[in-house]
């Protein structure tokens, strides 16, 4: 008998939220665990097997289960590794498959990096239900991506693809960005860019605004935005300025791929026409001819708790990797390949 | 029986060059005619059929063609259309596929554009042969990308993907690109791009240069390849310049699909490391840490004259577009799909 279900596990510096999925997309159940309190990683893989094992016992799930799907940063899908993750404290890789196969006893285990999962959830579940081109930009603390061609995520050929938010939007005297060059979009059109630009709008210009009521080094985007909304001039050129970038930014994206729709996803979308006006205009008068008026710039409209979850438990389906303990074949009893 | 051969037609602006082409890669034989002579679309078939068919009588290969491909400017692998070529005396939508399949008595063909063409050729007989990721880029008097992932050219959802050569290098006071907008990679590092530089750089220099002794409007990437060659410091610094853009262009290509390779191929690369060496510099200077050292950047080997052939027959083996005549399908013996 086949198993109904999969788990979706999308892992932040902050929490790790997991649920059960089922073909259809629905999150039967879900819950979350601490990722940071655990200073050793084989401490966070326990706990999380634990509170999973729970769930799965309370909802009468345990033996159905086909795989599981991780979202991570900077988790590789060919190695099954995170590598080098700056806001997780647990080394420079980090054998997240390997570990939470040999945990649930070899089950298969499919990792991506959150925005390869954002984009893999989309497709499955959301706004690019029924396209085999689009790319997914999430726009969050950083700048992340997912490159959908002929229906598959691009992956590259080392698991690395799919790093638009550090494509190069200014050649000189360009932002530092935090992968240690300058000039990367994702150091002007994160949440973080967001701020930067306030910062320096406010300590280059004399006009005023209701942002100069606030500590300067403690303005945050969602600041932006409510002085935005409430009609400052200086604010909204801030978006204007960003929504600019990103726009031109995804035009030059278009070259590559030819997507049919873009589907922006993550906190800084909430400020919808304050940036998406920006954006559109930018991006259709950068195209090239040929591609203009043709490609749908989207917001994701999955629930942002669920969209991560349900993104990574697509993975779950088609996992291969499992653990398999080459000493004792018979204590892996659970693998369920194929 | 299976059939042994396809044909392989490369349609430049000039010529269309054709080829018998087997299994292995071999061009059995080949021949050409002049493409721009004929002002009719339907005359130019006319004569191409004609060609083919003698070379075909004269290698005793009449019946043994499993289809027909073709490289062309502009051509749209999906709808099998030549759209908008600048260099071609046709009008603005040309049915390709469809009237070169009914020439040929509903044979199956398949038809891309050029730099397409030469991806696929580099895959199947060439410098990409055995890998699943990377990007070729054309550098002719244009400059013309195929990327393919996964083993599969990227054709995008309108078969309009690959239009590396638009990507944009400069946002302001960029130089006028043939395709309307300013600042496109090909209107720096194309054969026209380097003359362009040539120009604008004895304009705005005053130090010595062989280049001087040419009248300034005639000079040709050719021409500073020689002053180069013959020691020339100022021709020598217009490959930097050209190198150094596109090494800075291919490094944020790789934030898109992480390739293992690059394939240089066109008239450019006969510039070697004039070109290469500044190029390969910029490139890993530009790169993301983590592609660092990483992704190989390659000239292709095939020989120019066979290489676009090669391409193009790459995919004849899977056309699939075949002419069916609706009234009189008895008149169609030649289908042979699949």
Redesign the interface.
């Given at each position: 008998m086949s198993k109904p279900y999969v788990i979706g596990m999308d892992m932040g510096g902050t929490n790790t939220v997991f649920g059960i999925v089922d073909a259809r997309g629905h999150v039967i159940a879900s819950d979350s665990i601490k990722t940071m309190k655990h200073s050793k990683f084989e401490d966070y893989v326990e706990d999380l097997h634990d509170a999973v094992i729970r769930l799965l016992k309370a909802n009468d799930a345990e033996d159905k289960i086909k795989g599981i799907g991780i979202g991570a940063p900077n988790a590789n899908y060919y190695t099954g590794e995170i590598?080098?993750a700056a806001n997780l404290p647990w080394g420079d890789i980090v054998p997240l498959a390997e570990s939470i196969s040999k945990a649930f006893d070899g089950i298969p285990v499919g990792v991506t990096n959150d925005a390869n999962a954002a984009a893999l959830g989309e497709m499955t579940y959301g706004a690019a239900k029924g396209?085999?081109?689009f790319i997914m930009i999430t726009l969050g603390t950083g700048v992340g991506s997912g490159?959908v061609?002929?229906g598959?995520v691009?992956?590259?050929?080392?698991?690395?693809?799919?790093?638009?938010g550090?494509?190069?939007v200014k050649?000189t005297n360009g932002r530092v960005c935090g992968?240690?060059?300058t000039g990367c979009l994702e150091a002007y059109c994160s949440a973080t860019g967001v701020a930067r630009t306030a910062r320096e709008f406010l300590e280059i210009r004399t006009d005023p605004s209701d942002l100069r009521n606030l500590q300067i080094e403690d303005i945050t985007s969602k600041d932006v935005y409510d002085a935005a909304m409430s009609g400052d001039k200086l604010a909204k050129e801030i978006f204007d300025f960003t929504g600019k970038i990103l726009g031109?930014a995804m035009?030059?994206?278009v070259?590559?791929?030819?997507?049919?729709a873009f589907i922006l996803f993550g906190g800084l979308t909430k400020s919808g026409d304050l940036l998406l006006k920006p954006l559109k205009e930018a991006f259709e008068k950068?195209l090239?001819?040929?591609?203009r008026g043709?490609i749908k710039i989207l917001v994701s409209e999955l629930k942002e708790s669920d969209a991560a979850v349900l993104g990574a438990s697509a993975l779950g389906w088609e996992a291969k990797y499992h653990y398999q303990d080459t000493v004792k074949p018979a204590d892996v009893p659970l693998v369920t390949e194929g």
């Open positions: 590598v080098n396209m085999k081109d490159v061609v002929n598959q691009v992956y590259g050929h080392d698991g690395n693809a799919g790093e638009l550090h494509l190069i050649r992968c240690g060059r031109e035009a030059d994206m070259t590559f791929s030819s997507p049919q950068s090239m001819p040929v591609f043709k």
